[in-house]
Nanobody, 121 residues
Framework: QLQLVESGGGLVQPGGSLRLSCAAS?????IGWFRQAPGKEREGVSC???????GYVDSVKGRFTISRDNGKNTVYLQMNNLKPEDTGVYYC??????????????????WGQGTQVTVSS
C-alpha cells in the first residue's frame, strides 16, 4: 500500500558527506532512518514527525540532519563528517497512522529496501 525507496548511498572517505533520500508513494506521518551493519542489530538513527519535530541517536548528533518535504513526500538525511562506524545499510521506515511526534522506538508500518553507505579510507 505504501512504497518507500531510499537512495543516495555510496562510498566515501572519513570526514565526507552524503545525503540520503527516502521517497514515499504518498503522505506519511513519522519517518525514521535506521542502519544495520553486518553482524549487528538494526539501530535507529533519526526520525522526523509530520510537523517536523526531530530526534537523533546520540552518536550522530551534530553531524546528521533530518528534514522533510511534504509536497514531495520525501525525507532527507544529510550526513556530514562521516566516520567508519557509520557504515551500514540505511533503511527508512514509515509510521502510517496518526502520530504527533517521532520516536525511533515506535513501530514502523512500512520499510524501504535500503541503501548502502560505506565510509572507508
Amino acid at each position: 500500500q505504501l512504497q518507500l525507496v531510499e537512495s543516495g548511498g555510496g562510498l566515501v572517505q572519513p570526514g565526507g558527506s552524503l545525503r540520503l533520500s527516502c521517497a514515499a508513494s504518498r503522505f506519511t506521518y513519522a519517518i525514521g532512518w535506521f542502519r544495520q551493519a553486518p553482524g549487528k542489530e538494526r539501530e535507529g538513527v533519526s526520525c522526523i514527525s509530520v510537523d517536523s519535530f526531530t530526534g537523533y541517536v546520540d552518536s550522530v548528533k551534530g553531524r546528521f540532519t533530518i528534514s522533510r518535504d511534504n509536497g514531495k513526500n520525501t525525507v532527507y538525511l544529510q550526513m556530514n563528517n562521516l566516520k567508519p562506524e557509520d557504515t551500514g545499510v540505511y533503511y527508512c521506515g514509515a509510521v502510517d497512522r496518526p502520530s504527533s511526534r517521532c520516536r525511533l522506538e515506535d513501530r514502523m508500518d512500512y520499510w524501504g529496501q535500503g541503501t548502502q553507505v560505506t565510509v572507508s579510507s
